[in-house]
Antibody, heavy 115, light 106 residues
Framework: QVQLVQSGAEVKKPGASVKVSCKAS????????MHWVRQAPGQGLEWMGR????????NYAQKFEARVTMTRDTSISTVYMELSRLTSDDTAVYYC????????WGQGTLVTVSS | DIQLTQSPSFLSASVGDRVTITCRAS??????LAWYQQKPGKAPKLLIS???TLQSGVPSRFSGSGSGTEFTLTISSLQPEDFATYYC????????FGQGTRLEIK
């Protein structure tokens, strides 16, 4: 069965970076785009970008383009999302999601940015 | 970016009610629209893709319709487990989401 398992919660200081992982299983990893979506506390869903696990090609939402990097390691079927220059506004749950429309989601990773 | 506007943002209804949520796109998106259900503390769940295609395992009381700029999600007879927040998403270009509709029990 398809599973997306994300890394655990993180607490970061303003100005730091965070790297969240998403390990895929149960399907051909290189066959489907992987997206990242975040959700601030009590707020809606915000698309951040996507990666093609086959080619490594990425597309980022304009809002995050200067601060986000998405990568993958095909040997372990894992994608990564790194967000730099964190502020308190980046406090959110970060999800990876497969394909588009997003048929499978990770469990979410809470990133808290606090001094 | 393509903007999606959902209405209403908040909906109070009773078990057994029929409810409809609307999603309007700022420009035409053909049928590249999906609907998700999210419960507190959980990841969203895909209900409908391509505006009207029900995902496997989703109860038939859920239905979607529309094309172009106006879309609807209808729940024909609300069940207790349907009280959640619903989001539309366009996939015509880079994905964007509506702001959400919170469905609460009356």
């Amino acid at each position: 069965q398809v599973q997306l398992v994300q890394s655990g919660a993180e607490v970061k200081k303003p100005g730091a970076s965070v790297k969240v992982s998403c390990k895929a299983s149960g399907y051909t990893f290189t066959g489907y785009y992987m997206h990242w979506v975040r959700q601030a506390p009590g707020q809606g869903l915000e698309w951040m970008g996507r990666i093609n696990p086959n080619s490594g090609g990425t597309n980022y939402a304009q809002k995050f383009e200067a601060r986000v990097t998405m990568t993958r390691d095909t040997s372990i079927s894992t994608v990564y999302m790194e967000l730099s220059r964190l502020t308190s506004d980046d406090t959110a749950v970060y999800y990876c999601a497969r394909k588009g429309p997003f048929d499978y989601w990770g469990q979410g990773t809470l990133v808290t940015v606090s001094s | 970016d393509i903007q999606l506007t959902q209405s209403p943002s908040f909906l109070s209804a009773s078990v057994g009610d029929r409810v409809t949520i609307t999603c309007r796109a700022s420009q035409g998106i053909s049928s590249y629209l999906a609907w998700y259900q999210q419960k507190p503390g959980k990841a969203p769940k895909l209900l409908i893709s391509a505006a009207s295609t029900l995902q496997s395992g989703v109860p038939s009381r859920f239905s979607g319709s529309g094309s172009g700029t106006e879309f609807t999600l209808t729940i024909s007879s609300l069940q207790p487990e349907d009280f959640a927040t619903y989001y539309c998403q366009q996939l015509n270009n880079y994905p964007t989401f509506g702001q959400g509709t919170r469905l609460e029990i009356k």
